[in-house]
């Protein structure tokens, strides 16, 4: 199944960013989308997120 990206609505027009994909479950570097690709649990990194654990 090929995935679509999505840049993440923080980045504004930054070209550091991450990409999320659908259907959820990945993560990449926007400015790398060949480089490596992290595979998360959606509910626990959401809850991290709002959490505050990735700080900003």
């Known amino acids: 199944m090929s995935q679509r990206w999505q840049k993440s609505s923080y980045s504004g027009q930054e070209t550091h960013c991450v ?3 659908s259907p959820p479950g990945l993560i990449r570097d926007s400015k790398d989308p060949d480089g490596p690709v992290l595979e998360v649990d959606v509910a ?3 809850r991290a997120v709002r959490t505050g654990r990735f700080g900003r």
């Open 19 to 21: 990409e999320l994909s």
């Open 44 to 46: 626990t990194f959401l």
